[in-house]
């Protein structure tokens, strides 16, 4: 766990740049240290987090968690009074980080998760970028995955075989969240070829095209959500929670500190 990092509403997110995480994954991938889960937090986490307490504690003894999200790096702001700043880096970026990195150091990554094809489509077009990476595997989403029954404890098995025999390195799910970080978590220990295992969430769609990405200005200044919001209206919910119940939760429990120590 990084030693720099800031609580936002009881939830851990570490203060490292771009280029710190990407040198701790690379002592990771060469390191016989067993796995490591990556969680790249974002608002909507931080809000899920306050009454999932399982996942709360899966973020908070993490190996790394990043900010992905304009509004964290507000809130860290805001509750550190300007102390701590946390550096954004997006699904999509930390996705290329590390395939480079693979195809840099000889790693082998496997792509778990999303439907229709786009598990595949995001292998090919990383191997347009990078075309000495090693693909250990690509597989489609899974629809069960951590309410525990039976079948999801065999598919879970099946899973963990398939990407213990592909010998891959680098794990990235597109589950979304909670579910891919709640399965990195109970299945990591699985998957002994696995140093690193990060939860990506929608970027597999995002590389994949399949979902357009808000354009770079809009990204930069906090103002994704608007257009999320255009072309994904069915998000409404998960929309709000973002961009209106975060900040004011953030704003309250700020103000309830400050009050509670006059
Ligand atoms: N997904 C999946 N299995 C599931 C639920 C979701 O493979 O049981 C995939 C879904 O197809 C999408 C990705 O998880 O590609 C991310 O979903 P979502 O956009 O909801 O996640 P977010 O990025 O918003 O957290």
Known sequence: MSNKSISILGVRVDCLTNGEVLQQCKEWL?????GHQIVTVNPEFVMEAQHNKQFREIINSAAC???????????SSYVSGGACRLHRLTGVDLTMNLAELCSRNDKRLYLLGATG???????????????????AGVEEG????????QSDNVLDQQ???????????????????????????????????????????GTFDYI????????????????????RLMTQPYR?????????????????????TLNSKL
């Open 30 to 34: 060469v390191a016989d240290t067993g």
């Open 65 to 75: 968690s990043t900010a992905d999200g304009v509004g964290l790096l507000f809130a």
């Open 117 to 135: 094809g786009v598990a595949e489509k995001v292998g090919m077009e990383l191997k347009k970028l990078y075309p000495s990476l090693m693909i």
């Open 142 to 149: 899974i629809k069960t995955g951590y309410s525990k029954d």
């Open 159 to 201: 899973i963990c075989k398939r990407i213990t025999d592909s010998q891959a390195n680098v794990l990235l799910v597109a589950f979304g969240a909670p579910k891919q970080d709640l399965w990195i978590s109970e299945n990591l220990g699985k998957l002994p070829t696995v140093k690193i295992a990060v939860g990506v969430g």
């Open 208 to 227: 994949a095209r399949v979902v357009p990405r808000a354009p770079k200005w809009m990204r930069v200044i906090g103002f994704e959500w608007t257009y």
């Open 236 to 256: 409404w919910r998960r929309i709000i929670t973002a961009a209106v119940r975060f900040p004011l939760a953030v704003l309250f429990s700020k103000s309830t």
